[in-house]
């Protein structure tokens, strides 16, 4: 990329290089070329300090689901900080929007799901998981069960349990994780690690590594499973037909807690407002975030069963929290978004109109002679690239072709996100049909400039 010749753009990238440590990012790289810089946005557009429209098809980090720019939410946060900009909910205490934003969850939340713990993001949900899990057991009298076990390549965050229970191994690499007490199966990723199993069989050979890794640590060790209903950052792992059944078979078997890690696929993106309703899951325990909020302020939680809940209540002091737990401003943005999702039919709309017309013109991408595979549910997608479609044969990592197709939509225009060589969209639900029309055609026009 060119430096840019708008004077203003450059301040703004000599202040980056001088002075910020951006998260999930190459320093050296970024400082040779300086980072596009976002300036506003609307609907399902951003605009860099260059004037450039860009589609968002990733709804920022999956999680603009109302779309940009909506007055209602600026007023909700407004209103909030001036009647109560903070409070806690330790030692006793609470706020009306904590307590009605927990009513307005449980409500959307698969039956028997009633309570939630507040966190500020899906990194500490997720940890407020792995102690919950723990705690539980412990006052259940099996203070044995500890481990959790998670997947290779899921992403349920960056703290140090976060990055723990995802088994992403560039994050394992630093900082010496995972902590003990995690462990990992396999992905159900048909496409990357089928082989010659047809998609079903492999559902069930995959899910059946849950077995056996519970078998091997003993069921009197094991305290939960952890995974995403569609694993997100991975790649958009759409699960084949046959893998949830066969876990939720396991789980039963050996009477271990699932946690299903909602923080993508929560709040309408898979067009039920929870990906386990989508895949008829009974999770134990739910972490959110994202979309809780449409990402306009930082917030997250954990959704319990009231099974749980009744053990924990027998538990005594659960000495875990965060200053920021159910911020009364997150919370009251969060009721409002939640108001707006609901009173607009969004997330009906994703279902019956705008998630299949986005599905079915994705599908489209596949007769490209660079996609070996379309696939996605809701309003989350995926392509992958390949040297050859017929053979699936993948092109040589050094080539970074991902990130070259990344580089071309930005630069026409679109949003579009590469894990290696698979392209990911997750637009906001909002996204119209004349905006798909857009986004398939530039996506379209970013293949051709790949190939
Ligand atoms: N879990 C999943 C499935 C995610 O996709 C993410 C973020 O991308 C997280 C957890 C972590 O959330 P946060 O970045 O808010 O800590």
Redo the contacts with the bound molecule.
């Keep these: 990329k060119k430096a840019s010749s708008n004077p203003q753009t450059r301040q703004w990238q000599d202040l980056g290089r001088d002075h910020h440590l951006p998260p999930f990012t190459d320093y050296k790289q970024l400082n040779e070329k300086g980072p596009r810089i976002i300036t506003r946005a609307s609907g399902v557009h951003l605009w860099d300090s260059e004037g450039n429209r860009i589609l968002d098809g990733m709804a920022g980090?999956?999680c603009v689901n109302v779309g940009y720019g909506r007055e209602e939410l600026a007023e909700a946060a407004a209103r909030q900080m001036r009647e109560l900009p903070y409070y806690n909910l330790f030692f006793q205490t609470a706020h009306p929007p904590a307590l009605e934003l927990a009513k307005a969850i449980a409500e959307l939340a698969p039956e028997g799901m009633n309570h939630v713990f507040f966190t500020g993001?899906?990194?500490?949900?997720?940890d407020t998981v792995l102690r919950m899990v723990r705690h539980y057991w412990a006052v259940k009298g099996k203070p044995s069960k500890k481990v959790v076990i998670g997947r290779w390549n899921a992403?349920?965050?960056?703290?140090v349990a976060?990055a723990s229970l995802g088994g992403m191994k560039g994050l394992h690499g630093q900082g010496d994780l995972p902590i003990p007490g995690i462990e990992h199966i396999d992905q159900p990723y048909w496409f990357g690690e089928g082989g010659d199993l047809d998609p079903d069989e492999f559902g069930t050979r995959v899910a059946e590594q849950l077995e056996s890794k519970i078998l091997d640590l003993g069921e009197e060790n094991v305290a939960a499973f952890i995974a995403?209903p569609v694993q997100?950052?991975g790649g958009v792992i759409v699960p084949p037909e046959t893998y949830w059944p066969k876990i939720r078979e396991i789980l039963d078997k050996y009477d271990i807690l699932f946690a299903a890690?909602e923080?993508?696929c929560g709040f309408g993106r898979t067009g039920e407002w929870f990906g386990s309703q989508h895949y008829g899951l009974k999770p134990d325990l739910m972490?959110i975030?994202?979309g809780l909020t449409s990402g306009y302020v930082?917030m997250?939680g954990v959704v319990v069963r009231d099974e749980v809940v009744e053990v924990l209540n027998q538990g005594g002091e659960f000495y875990h929290g965060f200053t920021y737990s159910g911020h009364p401003v997150a919370a009251a943005v969060a009721l409002e978004n939640i108001r707006i999702l609901r009173e607009e039919g969004i997330v009906e709309r994703v279902k019956s109109e705008t998630a299949p017309y986005l599905q079915h013109r994705w599908r489209q991408l596949a007769e490209h002679p660079l996609v070996g595979e379309t696939r996605g549910v809701g309003m989350v997608a995926a392509l992958e690239l390949v040297k050859n479609k017929h053979s699936r044969e993948r092109f040589p990592a050094e080539q970074a072709v991902g990130m070259r197709c990344r580089e071309f939509c930005f630069d026409n225009g679109l949003v579009m996100r590469a894990v290696g060589d698979t392209m990911i969209i997750a637009p906001p639900l909002v996204i119209d049909p004349v905006e798909i029309d857009e986004l398939i055609a530039k996506a379209h026009k970013c293949l051709d400039l790949t190939a």
């Design positions: 980090l999956w993001s899906g990194s500490e949900a997720n992403y349920h965050g960056s703290t976060g995403e997100g950052a890690d923080v993508i972490s975030a994202k930082p997250g």
